[in-house]
């Protein structure tokens, strides 16, 4: 069996060993031994020789040990210190037996495992450095804007009610956006809790998807954007909580408006599957660049490196990204062709068990 290679081959070498030392010792004998006289001539050269095959022999079977146990031995245990050093990227590649075999196999699952987890441990920590940094910005601006307004009120340097009509506006504007912004946030940490409780009921997603694109059809038509629907007229029947499912299709339709111009047509699409249901926002607008696709639901990417005041917070797609985790569903991208398409897999039947009293 291949399991008791090693201890097979382990046996043998000792039994040729103490076959070798027999043979040595036989040779001794038939050079040292006066049948004549039946005594042993130990005479030097004889001694020699006899030494000498001796410590052949232990030398050919420490060089079989060393072969076939002490150097892979020595191979993982440096291996090991490399990688306790977080040298992750180590892998062994040794010539051995089953049993090393295994333990290289199982080593390298390990190394890749934890090499992995290092990168997306790296990516966690630029990702909440960034985030970190973004939300400093995006609060920071609002509320500079806020206290400059509101310092020339207080001075009294504006000189017009029509004029500070217009201050206290712009002061409301900025105070809206912050607490967008605040709302998205507080929202998104608790949806990126893995409990975090959902109230999931048998739904038409069908009836859903239109009344999220009639809600956006105006703001499409005052841009100049057209709007193409593919959405069976029949009932597409699922589990999801209606209110995070809304959420995440209208954001998808949000994105779609603010960073498309004119002239972009949208398409809003729903195909029913034996298993899921697929819902498709896609659109021929600027599209979104393969670099920016890595981090897109990422919170507060936005569609360019300036991150205009666009008015969206930058954590919409990641809102939509764990509504749908919480689902056991998916949201994806796809960017080929000219197009920016994004693809939500709602499952059919709810995979989340008990339906949770609620959520805010």
């Known amino acids: 069996m291949k399991k008791t290679k090693l201890f097979s081959k382990l046996i043998r070498s000792y039994i040729y060993f103490a076959l070798t030392l027999g043979l040595v010792v036989v040779v001794f004998l038939m050079i040292a031994l006066d049948i004549n006289t039946q005594t042993i001539e130990l005479r030097l050269p004889t001694l020699l020789l006899v030494l000498g095959l001796f410590g052949m022999s232990i030398y050919i079977f420490s060089q079989l040990m060393v072969k076939r146990i002490t150097r892979p031995l020595e191979q993982i245990a440096e291996a090991i210190e490399r ?42 920590q630029d990702s909440k ?48 956006v912050v607490t967008a912004l605040i709302d998205d946030l ?38 100049g954007m057209v709007m193409e629907l593919d959405i069976p007229s029949g009932e597409v029947m699922a589990d999801y909580d209606p209110g995070l499912m809304r959420r995440a299709i209208a954001n998808l339709l949000s994105n779609a408006v603010q960073h498309n111009s004119g002239g972009t047509v949208v398409l809003i699409a729903l195909e029913e599957l034996a298993e899921d249901v697929r819902i498709r926002v896609q659109d021929n607008g600027g599209g979104i660049s393969d670099e920016l696709k890595e981090v897109i639901f990422d ?44 693809e939500l897999v709602v499952c059919k039947k709810s995979g989340t068990g008990e339906p949770a009293a609620g959520h805010e």
Not at 147 to 174: F, H, M, P, T
Not at 302 to 311: N, Q, V
Request: net charge negative.
């Open 83 to 124: 990688m306790g050093k977080g040298e992750y990227k180590e892998r062994l590649s040794i010539t051995a037996d089953y049993e090393f075999s295994v333990i290289q196999h199982r080593f390298n699952e390990m190394a890749e495992s934890l090499e992995q987890a290092e990168r997306e441990n790296r990516r966690l």
């Open 129 to 176: 450095q960034r985030m970190l940094a973004d939300l400093s910005h995006d609060l920071k601006t609002p509320v500079t804007t806020i206290q400059g307004y509101a310092k020339a009120l207080q001075l009294g340097l504006v000189d017009s009610e029509e004029k500070k009509e217009r201050y206290l506006q712009l002061i409301y504007n900025k105070a809206t």
């Open 186 to 223: 507080f929202r998104l940490s608790k949806l990126e809790r893995p409990d975090h409780p959902i109230s999931v009921e048998r739904g038409d997603l069908a009836e859903l998807l239109r009344e999220i694109a009639a809600d956006y059809y105006d703001a499409m038509e005052d841009k």
């Open 299 to 342: 919170p507060f990417v936005r569609g360019d490196a300036a991150r205009p005041g666009d008015g969206g917070t930058g954590l919409g797609l990641a809102i939509s990204k764990q509504i749908l985790e919480l689902h056991r569903g998916e949201l994806k991208l796809d960017n080929r062709n000219g197009l920016t398409v994004f």
